[in-house]
């Protein structure tokens, strides 16, 4: 199911409820900017309007440009409250990423597309700790 309309930090967003097969309830909350909204601006003012609803994040993960995640940089805020647990996710592609591609960028898509998403679900879903190629910062 997916609800258009909505914002997060005046960024036109996506909303997805994505349901158990098990037991047909809900399982989770994906929020996705609309269109060509992918950038650190849409990012930053997720971010402050999630800070402004959560607090601080309990957790801040940041992950390399390294072959191990395909040259794509991410950034990952976590916060924990009650019985859900929120993330914002951020992924760009860096230029290494590009490698491997015959003509470039410019003769249309190649590599990996950057990404944006808050995830909200149960505490059990969300990881504990950063990935392994993650390092975690102050948060």
């Not at 592609?93 to 590599?111: D, I, N, V």
Request: aromatic residues 6%; charged residues 15%; glycine residues 12%.
């Amino acid at each position: 199911m997916v609800l258009r309309g909505a914002t997060l930090g005046g960024v036109p967003m996506a909303v997805f409820f994505q349901m158990d097969k098990a037991t047909h309830g809900l399982k989770r909350v994906q929020l996705e900017p609309l269109g060509h909204r992918l950038s650190p601006p849409a990012y930053r003012a997720i971010g402050a309007a999630l800070d402004g609803e959560f607090g601080r994040p309990d957790q801040v993960c940041v992950t390399p440009p390294i072959p191990a995640s395909g040259f794509q940089a991410a950034v990952e805020q976590r916060w924990r409250r009650g019985d859900a647990a929120v993330s914002a996710i951020f992924r760009d592609t860096t230029l290494q990423a590009f490698e491997g591609c015959l003509c470039g960028p410019a003769s249309g898509w190649c590599g990996l597309h950057g990404r944006l998403l808050v995830r909200i679900a149960p505490p059990q879903e969300s990881a504990g700790a950063c990935p392994a190629n993650a390092a975690k910062a102050g948060g």
